[in-house]
């Protein structure tokens, strides 16, 4: 609502070209909050507002602008505008930018930037996206074992004004190789012993992650420990930068992003719903759709089969959508709980006995509690039918009923050790275990559960042998 008031005021400073307001606004407010009331302009006229501020509130006010307008603004404004700006940003956020923007740009941009910032900008290009040297930042805290804290202290604050974070100041021989840490905390805490060697005070055993770490592992380990921080080594444990925890966060929220349309049969979207165009929508979709129906077919073949069953038995027909939705609904729940479990580093592949104990023990139970819910429901069938003088359906006799009692305690339990078992199954052959998403589960569980709904009856129902 802000937003929507604002905009009109900045429109008009736009068009009058009052620089001194446009600069008033972009230092008065949070740089997060400047960004947000941005949002209704043109890549132009952002442009024109990041222009009007001063140089060091440009650069945070570019950062919090979604990604999809940064990459239409670099596209879209001058090289040698973009350039000064682009190399003032974090370097890990720089090199985000410049995989999203079109090389085109890219090649045109680069040799415009000073050579260090372009040097480390091609150095970190190299590594693999989804790699932690693709998310980390070089910019970050080093120090010899050999000064004091005061010395400490003293060549922080020189190097402050280049660096994304001094909580952690990381300990490096000559070489660059990591021998420590030593915290902010630690440094303000012994400020009182200003000639205490860093070598006395340093963390030896720093948990790192290695340059080409997958970014799962690094976010997981950075959850794990509570990390603000955490360095990146090569083979020689040398030291090559930090991811922070910011970057952590986007980690953590594209892999819940990716985890959620798997679970809607969905492939994974490249940009935000909104600034996918809709025949990339459609595309993704349709790839899993067209799984999904496959999987269908053989729902439809399984009841073409037991077509001489249901002839007999009509009344079985109407309880197939009741069998298949809790078969169908209890794969999904385990297959969630398993998969999250698996998410969060809960489950290991080996757990597998474990888990398939535990499936068992609630497929049975939650059978039993769907099976008595599902009598009542036969129960009342049976009676609205007998209460129906012009009926000409049979009416189901007690032992007829047992079938659909007896088979939800099959289809739950087949639901949860399937659902329990096939994430796992994925994680051990080296796949995604969200790949075995809900859609997935329920495809096989329908057609489990048309095999078992037929099989109990025929086993049950003498009638039917014939």
């Known amino acids: 609502m802000i937003n929507t008031l604002l905009l009109p005021e900045l429109r008009e400073m736009l068009e009058t070209g009052d620089e001194a307001g446009l600069r008033e606004f972009a230092g008065a407010l949070h740089p997060a909050r400047a960004a947000e009331f941005m949002e209704g302009l043109t890549a132009e006229e952002t442009w024109r507002v990041l222009r009007a501020a001063e140089e060091a509130r440009r650069v945070d006010i570019f950062g919090y602008l979604d990604s999809g307008r940064q990459v239409e603004i ?11 700006l682009m190399a003032e940003l974090p370097a890990d956020d720089r090199v985000d930018l410049l995989n999203d923007v079109d090389n085109a740009v890219v090649e045109e941009v680069l040799p415009l930037m000073a050579h260090e910032e372009r040097r480390e900008t091609l150095r970190l290009l190299e590594h693999a996206e989804g790699t932690a040297g ?13 000064l004091t804290v005061h010395q400490a202290l003293e060549e922080i604050s020189r190097q402050a004004e280049n660096l994304e974070t001094v909580y952690y100041n990381y300990i490096v021989d000559d070489a660059n190789h ?3 840490l030593v915290s902010a905390r630690q440094l303000v805490t012994h400020y009182r ?19 080409d770490d997958d970014q799962e592992v690094v976010a997981k380990k950075v959850a794990n420990y509570n990390f603000l921080a955490i360095p990146v080594v090569d083979d020689e444990r040398r030291l090559l930068g930090i991811i922070t925890h910011d970057d952590i966060i986007d980690v953590l929220r594209e892999e819940a992003t990716e985890d959620a349309h798997m679970a809607g049969g969905v492939a994974r979207l490249d940009e935000s719903y909104l600034d996918t165009p809709w025949y990339t929508l459609v595309w993704k979709r349709v790839i899993w759709l067209t799984v999904l129906f496959f999987f269908a077919t053989f729902t439809i073949s399984a009841l073409t089969s037991f077509e001489h069953t249901l002839e007999k038995l009509p009344w079985l027909m109407a309880f197939v959508p009741l069998v298949l939705s809790s078969g169908g609904n209890t794969g999904n729940q385990s297959a969630t709980l398993v998969i999250t479990a698996m998410t969060n580093g809960e489950l290991k592949a080996k757990d597998w006995w474990r888990v398939m104990r535990r499936e068992l023990a609630m497929g049975l139970s939650l059978g039993l509690l769907l099976s008595m819910m599902g009598l009542i429901s036969v129960s009342i069938y049976a009676w609205r039918t007998s209460a129906t003088p012009d009926s000409t359906l049979p009416i189901p006799s007690l032992r007829d009923m047992l079938v659909v009692p007896i088979t939800l305690i099959a289809v739950a339990l087949c639901g949860a050790l399937c659902g329990g078992a096939l994430p796992l199954l994925f994680r051990r052959m080296g796949l995604d275990p969200a790949l075995m998403s809900n859609p997935f589960v329920s495809g096989i569980c329908d057609v489990a559960g048309i095999v078992i709904y037929m099989t109990v009856a025929l086993l049950l129902l003498p009638q039917l042998s014939g």
């Open 74 to 84: 670099v596209e879209s404004i001058a090289p040698g505008e973009m350039a000064p």
């Open 134 to 146: 693709a998310l980390m930042t070089t910019e970050v805290a080093k120090l010899s074992e050999n």
């Open 178 to 180: 990591l021998r420590g």
């Open 193 to 211: 012993e200003p000639n205490l060697r860093l070598a006395d005070l340093a963390q030896r055993d720093v948990v790192t992650v290695h340059v």
